[in-house]
């Protein structure tokens, strides 16, 4: 609640991101992405088996990862393994990490700079995420505490001229995985795959929890990042998402997917479009459009399974902030 009362008059009025052209403002006529829905009925589920499938329905496979570092960018928000609706699970991260070893990557690394709880030990040890990092000598980097170099802003949605980034984000890795929750944002309506990018930003520059940018206007920042990081690829962990106050005091939704895609962009719109939000209305994804990637139906090609049946509303908190990103499907 502290950290809601602190930031709450920057991120109400921000959030939405007044003054973003919408979607239909710029041109898309040039992208086109493919996204990969699949079913995983639980994290007992042979998440390794799926998450390969999914990428090579995407044309993915060994010649993208071999010989390369890959990091994986899990949600890791709360230190709390009761609450499977907060963190990426880490049985997710393990079988992706599994899928990128297999393929011949030279190395597999997990990486987050978490906006909350400043102990990143014990942040990994009560999410349960480190005691599986362990198991599959998987190493961890505290994107918080990394060595940084500055990179030019290039969308300057926000103020900033330039942005601080971890070297590891920078230098060392050759394939950025997103691997967020799918969940909603008592401001942004939904946290997806872009949004996941706040955790990129090191605490030591940016403050807890990443307050400079939550001033700076969440959508406004989400775009600057995300266009300075140049993540690949997204692994959405929609297995048991969360509705109502997210990110963190909502309530589990069992959907029972995972979406993954390499334009994030069209990764958020059809994870929101499952959520039954109204996908045109997240100012972040108006804003992506045409310049981070595709949002538009016509110029995303959906793979796996068919998204109609399995859309499944996400409740959204009752404000009026909200109230037009509701679906009435």
Not at 142 to 149: I, P
Not at 189 to 212: D, E, H, Q, R
Not at 216 to 242: C, E, N, Y
């Amino acid at each position: 609640m502290k950290r809601r009362s602190f930031l709450t008059a920057a991120g109400a009025t921000t959030a939405l991101g007044m003054g973003l052209k919408t979607a239909r403002d710029f041109d898309e006529s040039g992208m086109r992405s493919d996204v990969f829905i699949a079913k995983a009925g639980s994290y007992e589920a042979d998440l390794e088996s799926i998450i390969r499938d999914g990428l090579h329905e995407l044309g993915l496979g060994p010649s993208l990862v071999k010989g390369k570092s890959v990091l994986l960018k899990p949600n890791l928000v709360e230190p709390s393994r009761s609450a499977p609706q907060i963190n990426t699970h880490p049985l997710v991260v393990r079988a992706a990490a599994e899928v990128f070893r297999r393929w011949g990557a030279d190395e597999v690394v997990v990486a987050e700079g978490q906006g909350h709880c400043r102990d990143s030990q014990f942040v990994l040890d009560e999410s349960g995420l480190g005691k599986v990092l362990d198991e599959a000598r998987l190493p961890f980097v505290d994107l918080n505490h990394d060595d940084v170099v500055s990179v030019p802003n290039k969308l300057r949605f926000t103020a900033m001229t330039e942005l601080t980034l971890p070297v590891t984000l920078t230098k060392r890795a050759d394939l950025i995985v997103s691997m967020p929750k799918m969940k909603t944002h008592h401001w942004a309506g939904a946290t997806l795959s872009m949004k996941n990018f706040f955790g990129v930003m090191p605490g030591i520059c940016y403050g807890w929890p990443k307050n400079v940018l939550h001033h700076m206007g969440i959508p406004q920042s989400i775009l600057d990042i995300v266009a300075a990081a140049r993540p690949h690829l997204a692994i959405v962990d929609g297995i048991i998402g969360m509705e109502g106050d997210g990110p963190i005091m909502g309530t589990p939704k069992a959907s029972g997917l995972l979406v993954t895609g390499r334009s994030l962009p069209a990764v958020d719109v059809t994870s929101a479009w499952l959520m039954a939000i109204v996908r045109w209305r997240i100012s972040y994804l108006a804003g992506a459009s045409g310049r981070l990637g595709p949002i538009s139906e016509s110029h995303i090609r959906q793979r796996g399974e068919s998204i109609g049946p399995l859309i499944q509303p996400y409740e959204l908190l009752n404000s009026p902030e909200l109230a037009g990103l509701r679906s009435q499907r």
